[in-house]
Nanobody
Framework: QVHVVESGGGLVQAGGSLRLSCAASGRTFSSYAMGWFRQAPGKEREFVAAISWRGATTYYADSVKGRFTISRDNAKNTVYLQMNSLKPEDTAVYYC?????????????????WGQGTQVTVSS
């Protein structure tokens, strides 16, 4: 079993920035592709960003491309999501997910382990 914990959420004004962190247990972290997803009230969960096992490949949703950056530090078993130029539409619970595979994907069903989420609220 892999335990995934997100942190770094909070309340910010539109145009501001936040950095989310995702810590995952296990010595095999460096072989896992990782992803970030989010879910706003009344909406379906949606893909945000993903990163391959060594970080060479990244994917972003069109809605966040150019504003968000995903990165990882395998020595620390940690993945980050740097969020800049935040908009009220970014308000959601953000989830970190891990899959027991090396390739990044955009499908939630491809991920095996999920964190409990961290709330991001962007005010107008």
């Amino acid at each position: 079993q892999v335990h995934v914990v997100e942190s770094g959420g909070g309340l910010v004004q539109a145009g501001g920035s936040l950095r989310l962190s995702c810590a995952a247990s296990g010595r095999t972290f460096s072989s896992y592709a990782m992803g970030w997803f989010r879910q706003a009230p009344g909406k379906e969960r949606e893909f945000v960003a993903a990163i391959s096992w060594r970080g060479a490949t990244t994917y972003y949703a069109d809605s966040v491309k150019g504003r968000f950056t995903i990165s990882r530090d395998n020595a620390k078993n940690t993945v980050y999501l740097q969020m800049n130029s935040l908009k009220p539409e970014d308000t959601a619970v953000y989830y970190c997910a891990a899959r027991t595979g090396r390739l990044a994907t955009m499908r939630g069903l491809d991920y095996d382990y999920w964190g409990q989420g961290t709330q991001v609220t962007v005010s107008s």
